[in-house]
């Protein structure tokens, strides 16, 4: 891939711990309203957003939104509004890795 001449940088994805348990309440969540089945696809859908900043992180650009900086301690935070806008997945980059703070529930996050 190419951009303006110059190769894109590749990164590796990482989660921080509090990850799963985000993870966890939003398939049980969509478990409640309709099955496992739509949950686990949901979720793996979920996780291909995420996979895709391995090579889109540095066309967003950092946010100044306050609630940012409760979730991370880098001053270089993003955030990458999922396709439906159901979700706001908090990261950074950091050398060869973008790491995955924190998601929320893009409802909850108000700037």
């Known amino acids: 891939m190419r951009r303006s001449g110059n190769i894109m940088k590749r990164y590796e994805i990482e989660f921080r711990k509090q990850i799963k348990p985000d993870i966890d309440q939003i398939k049980c969540f969509i478990v409640n309203k309709t099955s496992r089945e739509n949950a686990e696809r ?31 301690r880098s001053k270089r935070e993003k955030v990458l509004i999922t396709h439906n806008k159901k979700w706001s997945i908090f990261f950074h980059t950091y050398r060869n890795k973008v790491i995955i703070d924190k998601i929320l529930a893009s409802k909850l996050v108000v700037e």
């Open 42 to 72: 949901y979720v793996a859908e979920l996780y291909d957003e995420i996979r895709s900043l391995s090579y889109l992180a540095d066309s967003i650009k950092v946010t100044e939104w306050g609630i940012s900086k409760k979730y991370s």
